[in-house]
């Protein structure tokens, strides 16, 4: 094995030298993904108690998932909030991402700030603020409280996306198509737009799960007929272990594996 | 606006002042035309400040009113009196604290040779090691943290396959207690600690190291004094972001926790649940806010934050 031998780094370290470190990175990266996607042989058990590898395999806890009512209304309420706080969202975050990167006035890095501000406030506190003032707005219990609530916790996801791209995008080219007559709002639809739009797609995406994973503002300020998945998954976690859980927590991960691969994709072209 | 006077403005913003020809009135008229311009811009981001008034603003700041209400109606700090007299609320802070601390501790032992291995990868395989990093990152809190419960549980797979190799004999508790949160946090908190210490790593210049080693220093005595200190600002970076996202964590040690974990988020509806008492729950809110704004603007003063978060800026 002469690759053992050979430098693997500028430093002449060889891959021999550095096998600790493959070893160890293989470790953290095991504990990293495996973990989660353990669950998913679980959730084809028979068994009222997981366990691993399943003695009998089932559809139950499947059957249980997609047969009730409760889940069912759940994961409904879940999937339109999210759509709704992923377009709002990406709407509302591009364009203050784009306005804050091209106007270079001075209150620009504050408004910023405060906008992202949601990354910076403990979410707990969110949760019962919004708790509170939505109470006195009667916005608690419904779709748009909520979709209020996380376009606002996915916004500056959206905006340090879109940031990023702006940078790497040269702004020039937008003022030649201003230069040349297009209205500043044409040139973005036309020029700058088609170029950051695996930015805005992953930015959709992102602000889509922000949504759809969040929990605690959710077990606030959502209930009844809109208490989304999140909540009850919660409520069942914290009382037993109800094997349901695992069924949709391997429909879930299903999901993000295939969002994340998918932006990796178009991200390669 | 009309598109001649739009036209020299971008001209004149290009290249600055090559138009001599451009008279004073003129030039007042620009600078007035671009103030409008960058008025018009900013307008833009109307919408998403509403939204930011009416989740964070207002709430926050009426529960920073409310903090300061005290049982019978009026203002009064019996609230933050309380967290002073009572032992409760200390050890709860001492509790977040050291949860925090931990866990960015155990974050940092097992993300800085995880993005250096990342780092020092050909460009081909990054995208697919990367994964490892991302999928999680990617992946519901809430699953990674039943995943952690059900593994970690008395019949769990962990006690399993320990019992089996002899390294223990019996089911050791490892859940709902603090040994079960901190892997829990640990676990989510990783890719929020690896994503930007691999960005600062991947920015250090090869010839450094080159250069460390063509002057003779050993491998290892290059990484120590020339590689480590360069990756320093992403990893204290990517360990603020882990420390502060911990003070406030809520999911990952209720449910680990077991009720054995109380820290200040838990605590904080446990009030709101058992004694529907907002002045006390509001205080405490305050209270982690403040430390959290805290640990933030002493870091940002000692570091260049946020051109380590946002890169150059």
Same mark, same amino acid.
């Given at each position: 094995?002469?690759?053992?031998?050979?430098?693997?780094?500028?430093?002449?370290?060889?891959?021999?030298?550095?096998?600790?470190?493959?070893?160890?990175?293989?470790?953290?990266?095991?504990?990293?993904?495996?973990?989660?996607?353990?669950?998913?042989?679980?959730?084809?058990?028979?068994?009222?108690?997981?366990?691993?590898?399943?003695?009998?395999?089932?559809?139950?806890?499947?059957?249980?998932?997609?047969?009730?009512?409760?889940?069912?209304?759940?994961?409904?309420?879940?999937?339109?909030?999210?759509?709704?706080?992923?377009?709002?969202?990406?709407?509302?975050?591009?364009?203050?991402?784009?306005?804050?990167?091209?106007?270079?006035?001075? %209150?620009?890095?504050?408004?910023?700030?405060?906008?992202?501000?949601?990354?910076?406030?403990?979410?707990?506190?969110?949760?019962?603020?919004?708790?509170?003032?939505?109470?006195?707005?009667?916005?608690?219990?419904? %779709?748009?409280?909520?979709?209020?609530?996380?376009?606002?916790?996915?916004?500056?996801?959206?905006?340090?996306?879109?940031?990023?791209?702006?940078?790497?995008?040269?702004?020039?080219?937008?003022?030649?198509?201003?230069?040349?007559?297009?209205?500043?709002?044409?040139?973005?639809?036309?020029?700058?737009?088609?170029?950051?739009?695996?930015?805005?797609?992953?930015?959709?995406?992102?602000?889509? %799960?922000?949504?759809?994973?969040?929990?605690?503002?959710?077990?606030?300020?959502?209930?009844?007929?809109?208490?989304?998945?999140?909540?009850?998954?919660?409520?069942?976690?914290?009382?037993?272990?109800?094997?349901?859980?695992?069924?949709?927590?391997?429909?879930?991960?299903?999901?993000?594996?295939?969002?994340?691969?998918?932006?990796?994709?178009?991200?390669?072209? | 606006?009309?598109?001649?006077?739009?036209?020299?403005?971008?001209?004149?913003?290009?290249?600055?002042?090559?138009?001599?020809?451009?008279?004073?009135?003129?030039?007042?008229?620009?600078?007035?035309?671009?103030?409008?311009?960058?008025?018009?811009?900013?307008?833009?981001? #109307?919408?998403?400040?509403?939204?930011?008034?009416?989740?964070?603003?207002?709430?926050?700041?009426?529960?920073?009113?409310?903090?300061?209400?005290?049982?019978?109606?009026?203002?009064?700090?019996?609230?933050?009196?309380?967290?002073?007299?009572?032992?409760?609320?200390?050890?709860?802070?001492?509790?977040?604290?050291?949860?925090?601390?931990?866990?960015?501790?155990?974050?940092?032992?097992?993300?800085?040779?995880?993005?250096?291995?990342?780092?020092?990868?050909?460009?081909?395989?990054?995208?697919?090691?990367?994964?490892?990093?991302?999928?999680?990152?990617?992946?519901?809190?809430?699953?990674?943290?039943?995943?952690?419960?059900?593994?970690?549980?008395?019949?769990?797979?962990?006690?399993?396959?320990?019992?089996?190799?002899?390294?223990?004999?019996?089911?050791?508790?490892?859940?709902?207690?603090?040994?079960?949160?901190?892997?829990?946090?640990?676990?989510?908190?990783?890719?929020?600690?690896?994503?930007?210490?691999?960005?600062?790593?991947?920015?250090?210049?090869?010839?450094?190291?080159?250069?460390?080693?063509?002057?003779?220093?050993?491998?290892?005595?290059?990484?120590?004094?020339?590689?480590?200190?360069?990756?320093?600002?992403?990893?204290?970076?990517?360990?603020?972001?882990?420390?502060?996202?911990?003070?406030?964590?809520?999911?990952?040690?209720?449910?680990?926790?077991?009720?054995?974990?109380?820290?200040?988020?838990?605590?904080?509806?446990?009030?709101?649940?058992?004694? #529907?008492?907002?002045?006390?729950?509001?205080?405490?809110?305050?209270?982690?806010?403040?430390?959290?704004?805290?640990?933030?603007?002493?870091?940002?003063?000692?570091?260049?934050?946020?051109?380590?978060?946002?890169?150059?800026?």
């Amino acid at each position: 094995m002469s690759w053992w031998r050979t430098p693997a780094s500028s430093t002449q370290v060889t891959h021999g030298g550095r096998l600790w470190l493959y070893v160890l990175a293989a470790i953290i990266m095991i504990l990293l993904i495996i973990p989660t996607f353990l669950v998913i042989p679980m959730s084809f058990s028979d068994s009222q108690y997981l366990e691993f590898p399943p003695e009998t395999w089932s559809l139950r806890w499947y059957n249980e998932y997609f047969g009730s009512r409760k889940w069912m209304r759940a994961t409904v309420v879940s999937l339109k909030i999210a759509t709704a706080t992923m377009m709002v969202a990406t709407i509302l975050g591009t364009m203050a991402a784009y306005a804050l990167f091209v106007s270079g006035h001075r %209150l620009a890095k504050r408004i910023f700030m405060l906008l992202i501000t949601p990354m910076i406030v403990p979410v707990i506190l969110i949760a019962i603020g919004t708790f509170y003032a939505f109470g006195k707005f009667g916005l608690n219990n419904t %779709l748009t409280g909520l979709v209020i609530a996380h376009t606002a916790l996915a916004t500056p996801l959206v905006m340090i996306v879109i940031t990023a791209a702006l940078r790497s995008y040269d702004l020039n080219q937008e003022r030649v198509a201003v230069s040349l007559g297009a209205t500043r709002i044409k040139a973005f639809f036309q020029i700058t737009l088609p170029q950051i739009k695996f930015s805005v797609v992953t930015a959709a995406l992102l602000s889509f %799960l922000t949504s759809f994973d969040e929990v605690i503002v959710a077990i606030f300020v959502s209930g009844g007929s809109t208490a989304t998945l999140t909540k009850h998954m919660f409520s069942a976690l914290r009382d037993y272990i109800d094997p349901t859980i695992a069924a949709i927590s391997t429909i879930m991960v299903l999901v993000s594996t295939v969002l994340l691969l998918l932006t990796q994709a178009i991200g390669k072209k | 606006m009309s598109k001649t006077s739009a036209e020299t403005v971008v001209e004149n913003n290009q290249t600055g002042n090559q138009f001599p020809a451009v008279s004073d009135d003129n030039r007042v008229a620009l600078a007035e035309q671009e103030k409008r311009e960058q008025w018009k811009l900013l307008s833009l981001t #109307f919408p998403a400040l509403v939204v930011i008034a009416l989740v964070i603003l207002i709430p926050v700041g009426w529960l920073f009113y409310l903090s300061f209400i005290g049982k019978a109606g009026g203002f009064s700090l019996e609230n933050y009196q309380k967290m002073i007299e009572y032992k409760s609320y200390a050890r709860t802070f001492t509790t977040t604290f050291q949860v925090s601390f931990l866990t960015t501790l155990i974050c940092i032992l097992l993300g800085y040779p995880l993005a250096y291995f990342l780092a020092q990868l050909p460009g081909r395989w990054v995208g697919f090691f990367m994964l490892a990093v991302l999928l999680p990152f990617w992946t519901s809190l809430l699953v990674r943290t039943y995943a952690w419960l059900v593994l970690l549980q008395r019949k769990g797979i962990i006690n399993d396959f320990a019992i089996n190799m002899g390294l223990w004999e019996s089911p050791i508790k490892l859940v709902h207690n603090m040994t079960g949160t901190l892997i829990g946090m640990a676990h989510i908190m990783l890719p929020f600690l690896v994503l930007p210490l691999y960005n600062a790593m991947k920015k250090i210049d090869r010839d450094m190291m080159h250069a460390a080693s063509n002057l003779g220093a050993s491998p290892a005595r290059a990484f120590w004094t020339v590689y480590m200190p360069l990756s320093l600002p992403g990893m204290v970076a990517g360990s603020l972001i882990v420390f502060v996202l911990c003070l406030g964590f809520y999911v990952t040690p209720a449910v680990l926790g077991g009720g054995r974990v109380i820290m200040v988020s838990t605590q904080i509806t446990a009030i709101l649940e058992n004694q #529907f008492n907002w002045g006390a729950a509001s205080a405490l809110g305050v209270v982690l806010l403040i430390a959290t704004l805290l640990v933030l603007f002493i870091a940002g003063r000692v570091l260049k934050l946020d051109a380590a978060l946002f890169g150059k800026s």
